[in-house]
T-cell receptor, first 110, second 114 residues
Framework: GQNIDQPTEMTATEGAIVQINCTYQ??????LFWYQQHAGEAPTFLSY????GLEEKGRFSSFLSRSKGYSYLLLKELQMKDSASYLCAVNSNSGYALNFGKGTSLLVTP | EAQVTQNPRYLITVTGKKLTVTCSQNMNHEYMSWYRQDPGLGLRQIYY???????DKGDVPEGYKVSRKEKRNFPLILESPSPNQTSLYFCASSSGDELWETQYFGPGTRLLVL
């Protein structure tokens, strides 16, 4: 089966840096995605990693270690609007199906 | 504007009354998918389609049907809805050209089955 784990909740302060971890155990691996989802809205794409290393996109960065089955999403200079749920998803076969973790609810406080 | 649309956005129905949730995309995407999202369980895939007339089961297909008669549309059919199908449903699509292509999600359909 597919197992994707991430913390349920995190709290951080405006202006700070937060790291959201994701570990996965899947039958295959074709890439890992991070999505952001505000309450009641659709998920929106943040990043994609298929090779080991760090991908940086503005205030957001994502890291992947395939040998460890581990990824993290790094959010810098946190803003109040970053309060949302962050979803880790793995493409684990040759198709396009995504297996999602349960999401991490991030609360940014003043 | 490139988008995925779903209708209806909100629906209250009763057990056993057949319903269809429509999904349409204007990006000429080959791949389309349906997910349901429940508190504490995350997003789970119901069905997906790699192209016209090609559909396959996801992780939680029981109680659902889909069809893909044309590229842009991928309706989700609940033949006999039950209360455990109360959920938030998302349709998604991607081009299928590259594995790294992100999936674009529709706005969601909130379904309550009484």
């Amino acid at each position: 089966g597919q197992n994707i784990d991430q913390p349920t909740e995190m709290t951080a302060t405006e202006g700070a840096i937060v790291q959201i971890n994701c570990t996965y155990q899947t039958s295959g691996f074709n890439g890992l995605f991070w999505y952001q989802q505000h309450a009641g809205e659709a998920p929106t794409f943040l990043s994609y990693n298929v090779l080991d290393g760090l991908e940086e996109k503005g205030r957001f960065s994502s890291f992947l270690s395939r040998s460890k089955g581990y990824s993290y999403l790094l959010l810098k200079e946190l803003q109040m609007k970053d309060s949302a749920s962050y979803l880790c998803a793995v493409n684990s076969n040759s198709g396009y199906a995504l297996n999602f973790g349960k999401g991490t609810s991030l609360l940014v406080t003043p | 504007e490139a988008q995925v649309t779903q209708n209806p956005r909100y629906l209250i129905t009763v057990t056993g009354k057949k319903l269809t949730v429509t999904c349409s995309q204007n990006m000429n995407h080959e791949y389309m998918s349906w997910y349901r999202q429940d508190p504490g369980l995350g997003l789970r895939q119901i069905y997906y389609s790699m192209n016209v007339e090609v559909t396959d089961k996801g992780d939680v297909p029981e109680g659902y049907k889909v069809s893909r008669k044309e590229k842009r549309n991928f309706p989700l059919i609940l033949e006999s809805p039950s209360p455990n199908q109360t959920s938030l449903y998302f349709c998604a699509s991607s081009s299928g050209d590259e594995l790294w292509e992100t999936q674009y999600f529709g706005p969601g359909t909130r379904l309550l089955v009484l």
